[in-house]
């Protein structure tokens, strides 16, 4: 079920993101000729101007081999999506380039049980018990750590949602869906959802008009995912004051960097049940009991 589920997901994500691209293209190349015009007529002479730069790029030419390869690969979707969705190919394609992954889940999941108690037979008796602890304590937060961020995805896909749909964004589910699944990777769903809003809504909108809110709504839901809703369902889940979650992003991403901040909650989730363990050791013992 597990796996039916991960694949209903990128289905789901195929079938989501090829219509809306493909439309969006389409609408871009309609357009295309008034915009050519105005990068011959506005742009161009701004940066002859400013820097100099003298070129006349020869623009009849340019539309004409854009339309020319267009027509070539306007219909590729549209060919290829019937193929994938009928008779299974987009499973069999999906096993065929990511197969390792796939085969390794599916035994983990089938023999995780056997796993662990290998492992617990290997470990010295002496030590068997705090390590037993330590290690359901551990299972215990990341999976609160793994519910809280579901919980994240959940809401700022609503959030994401309502906002494109309340400035009138005609793509307003798909790409607020895309923003709010993608959240749990730091910052990644905020560039996603806001290139493809941006597109969107320059394409729909046709001036700065129709932009301005849509990176309005983005700026809103950045703030609200990584200063309340993060430290308040997945901090209060783990165990870590909203404080410590922000500051547990900044200072794994100034020293780590993109995976810094990527694996900062969950790492921080094992420290704090070491140290808690360490705490309740030191407490029970004589050196504190003197």
């Given at each position: 079920m597990v796996m039916l589920m991960f694949i209903g997901l990128v289905v789901a994500l195929i079938l989501v993101m090829v219509p809306l691209f493909e439309k969006e293209a389409s609408r871009l190349i309609e357009t295309l000729p008034s915009y050519l015009e105005i990068i011959k007529n506005q742009i161009v002479p701004w940066f002859e101007i400013h820097f100099g730069i003298n070129f006349q790029p020869d623009m009849s030419v340019l539309k004409s081999g854009i339309s020319a390869h267009w027509q070539?690969?306007?219909?590729?979707a549209a060919k290829i999506l019937p193929s994938l969705t009928s008779g299974g190919m987009i499973v069999v394609e999906f096993f065929i380039n990511l197969l390792l992954v796939p085969v390794v889940l599916f035994y983990l999941l089938r023999d995780w049980n056997l796993i662990v108690e290998q492992i617990d037979a290997m470990i010295p008796r002496y030590?068997?018990?705090s390590i037993s602890i330590l290690a359901r304590e551990t299972d215990q937060i990341l999976a609160e750590f793994l519910r809280g961020q579901l919980s994240v995805i959940l809401i700022m896909s609503i959030c994401y949602i309502s906002g494109l749909w309340i400035i009138g964004l005609e793509f307003a589910l798909p790409i607020g869906l895309?923003?709010?699944i993608l959240v749990f990777v730091p910052y990644l769903g905020m560039i996603v959802g806001l290139t493809l809003a941006t597109f969107a809504a320059f394409m729909q909108f046709q001036g700065w008009a129709g932009i301005i809110p849509v990176w309005i709504v983005f700026a809103i839901g950045q703030l609200l995912e990584g200063m309340v809703i993060t430290p308040w369902l997945v901090g209060e889940r783990i165990g870590l004051h909203p404080v410590m979650v922000i500051f547990a992003l900044l200072a794994f991403g100034q020293l780590f960097g993109f995976f810094g901040i990527l694996l900062a909650l969950p790492i921080s989730a094992v420290i704090l049940v070491w140290l808690r363990y360490i705490q309740r050791s030191?407490?029970?013992?004589n050196l504190y009991k003197l």
């Amino acid at each position: 079920m597990v796996m039916l589920m991960f694949i209903g997901l990128v289905v789901a994500l195929i079938l989501v993101m090829v219509p809306l691209f493909e439309k969006e293209a389409s609408r871009l190349i309609e357009t295309l000729p008034s915009y050519l015009e105005i990068i011959k007529n506005q742009i161009v002479p701004w940066f002859e101007i400013h820097f100099g730069i003298n070129f006349q790029p020869d623009m009849s030419v340019l539309k004409s081999g854009i339309s020319a390869h267009w027509q070539n690969a306007s219909g590729v979707a549209a060919k290829i999506l019937p193929s994938l969705t009928s008779g299974g190919m987009i499973v069999v394609e999906f096993f065929i380039n990511l197969l390792l992954v796939p085969v390794v889940l599916f035994y983990l999941l089938r023999d995780w049980n056997l796993i662990v108690e290998q492992i617990d037979a290997m470990i010295p008796r002496y030590w068997h018990s705090s390590i037993s602890i330590l290690a359901r304590e551990t299972d215990q937060i990341l999976a609160e750590f793994l519910r809280g961020q579901l919980s994240v995805i959940l809401i700022m896909s609503i959030c994401y949602i309502s906002g494109l749909w309340i400035i009138g964004l005609e793509f307003a589910l798909p790409i607020g869906l895309i923003a709010g699944i993608l959240v749990f990777v730091p910052y990644l769903g905020m560039i996603v959802g806001l290139t493809l809003a941006t597109f969107a809504a320059f394409m729909q909108f046709q001036g700065w008009a129709g932009i301005i809110p849509v990176w309005i709504v983005f700026a809103i839901g950045q703030l609200l995912e990584g200063m309340v809703i993060t430290p308040w369902l997945v901090g209060e889940r783990i165990g870590l004051h909203p404080v410590m979650v922000i500051f547990a992003l900044l200072a794994f991403g100034q020293l780590f960097g993109f995976f810094g901040i990527l694996l900062a909650l969950p790492i921080s989730a094992v420290i704090l049940v070491w140290l808690r363990y360490i705490q309740r050791s030191y407490l029970e013992s004589n050196l504190y009991k003197l």
